[in-house]
């Protein structure tokens, strides 16, 4: 049973920066495929980054791509997420996911239906 476990979110003013964070309970030398999804209230939840640990292979969808980026330390089988310029649409619960192997296209990196292991998610407040 693979466990994730996110931190880093909290309450940031307008054009803060936050680094999230998620850590998983298996080894990821091994490629796993790890996404970043978020959702804020109201609203479906959707992917904004995925990263091949084996490769550090990152996809990162365009509307966030000028300003997160989508990291890994396989040492710590921790994957990250540096968030800048934040901005109001950016609150929201952010989780992060898991796949035993990853997606044929970077582009499916970010859709859920890819994963089958999640966190239990990181608030982040920007206002």
């Known amino acids: 049973h693979v466990q994730l476990v996110e931190s880093g979110g909290g309450s940031v003013q307008a054009g803060g920066s936050l680094r999230l964070s998620c850590v998983a309970s298996i080894n990821t030398y091994s490629t796993v495929c790890m996404g970043w999804f978020r959702q804020a209230p109201g609203k479906e939840r959707e992917g904004v980054a995925g990263i091949a640990t084996g490769d550090g292979v990152t996809y990162v969808v365009d509307s966030v791509k000028e300003r997160f980026t989508a990291s890994r330390d396989n040492t710590k089988n921790t994957v990250y997420l540096q968030m800048s310029s934040l901005q109001s649409e950016d609150t929201g619960m952010y989780y992060c996911?898991?796949?035993?192997?990853?997606?044929?296209?970077?582009?499916?990196?970010?859709?859920?239906?890819?994963?089958?292991?999640w966190g239990q998610g990181t608030q982040v407040t920007v206002s």
């Open positions: 996911a898991l796949s035993r192997t990853c997606p044929s296209t970077l582009a499916r990196m970010v859709e859920s239906a890819e994963f089958g292991y």
